[in-house]
T-cell receptor
Framework: LAKTTQPISMDSYEGQEVNITCSHNNIATNDYITWYQQFPSQGPRFIIQGYKTKVTNEVASLFIPADRKSSTLSLPRVSLSDTAVYYCPMNRDDKIIFGKGTRLHILP | DAGVIQSPRHEVTEMGQEVTLRCKPISGHDYLFWYRQTMMRGLELLIYFNNNVPIDDSGMPEDRFSAKMPNASFSTLKIQPSEPRDSAVYFC????????????FGEGSWLTVV
């Protein structure tokens, strides 16, 4: 079961927009695309989910192209508290497979 | 809702000892997952249950690891005998069955085997 692919780490500055892209080369027709956030000493928590096009909530936006082979998580105007690990797990039937995620470090 | 509850939060044990980690999923959730997290390997799926039945244990590293779910509100992950390489954070998570449903994690059990 192939995993998704995303950058290992990213740095950005407070107030900037951050975009993290994930590759979903093996996505299946029924799979949803989800993103999770993990702070140190905590379990991952759900941020946003979509199937296609664009989804926006109070935390982030999710952009999914027509072929659904990738997705981009967009965090507007980040702050220091957005420093965390972000995951785009493989959702396949009952299984949810996480990788190492993207370590986002926000600088002042 | 209390969320997924795990115990113990922290455990330090000696090599060779038995370790039992416990999990109470969110009420009404019919799927339960056990994950292990290390810096080297990231967040790995060990085993998951549906309606208390183990569905896939292909992620369990070896026979020293076992998991049970005797009822809908309780699961255990046991390591016997423990080894230093088992040191990791073990997460339990649960969700409602169905395509696209969110998974909810507990706070994790931090295991150190010395």
């Amino acid at each position: 079961l192939a995993k998704t692919t995303q950058p290992i780490s990213m740095d950005s500055y407070e107030g900037q927009e951050v975009n993290i892209t994930c590759s979903h080369n093996n996505i299946a027709t029924n799979d949803y695309i989800t993103w999770y956030q993990q702070f140190p000493s905590q379990g991952p928590r759900f941020i946003i989910q979509g199937y296609k096009t664009k989804v926006t909530n109070e935390v982030a936006s999710l952009f999914i192209p027509a072929d659904r082979k990738s997705s981009t998580l967009s965090l507007p105007r980040v702050s220091l508290s957005d420093t965390a690990v972000y995951y785009c797990p493989m959702n396949r039937d009952d299984k949810i497979i996480f990788g190492k995620g993207t370590r986002l470090h926000i600088l002042p | 809702d209390a969320g997924v509850i795990q115990s113990p939060r922290h455990e330090v044990t000696e090599m060779g000892q038995e370790v039992t980690l416990r999990c109470k999923p969110i009420s009404g959730h019919d799927y339960l997952f056990w994950y292990r997290q290390t810096m080297m390997r990231g967040l790995e799926l060990l085993i998951y249950f549906n309606n208390n039945v183990p569905i896939d244990d292909s992620g369990m590293p070896e026979d020293r690891f076992s998991a049970k779910m005797p009822n809908a509100s309780f699961s255990t992950l046991k390591i016997q005998p423990s080894e230093p390489r088992d040191s990791a954070v073990y997460f339990c998570a649960s969700r409602v069955g169905g395509t696209g449903n969110t998974i909810y994690f507990g706070e994790g059990s931090w295991l150190t085997v010395v």
